[in-house]
């Protein structure tokens, strides 16, 4: 947030679906790149992975469905950057298509 000069108001954005406004795209890149989504401005399945095992290890079905998702949103994912920090709509928008689940706003929800 102190990078991108972002407000809890841009935070706020998160709850709705993507795309998000600038900031709150950058706010998720950077959030990517903290637990390895997104490594040297690039989607990274193998850091999608390492991020999300620690949620499905126990489920084989589970885990092999984040291994579609993530070899699906390699394939999927724009690295044409138009903006700064487009990739960060871009992954958040891959994943929500392949895996609902992961929404911010709907896991909180589900039990």
Known sequence: MVQENATDTDLEHLRGEPPYPEKASCILKCLFEK??????NKYS????????????????KKLE??????ESCEKEINHHEQSPCQLGNEVVTCIYKYAPELHFNKSSSRK
């Open 35 to 40: 637990v390895g989504v997104v490594k040297s």
């Open 45 to 60: 399945k193998t850091g999608f992975m390492t991020a999300v095992t620690p949620m499905v290890f126990m489920n084989k």
């Open 65 to 70: 469905h984040m291994k579609k998702v993530s």
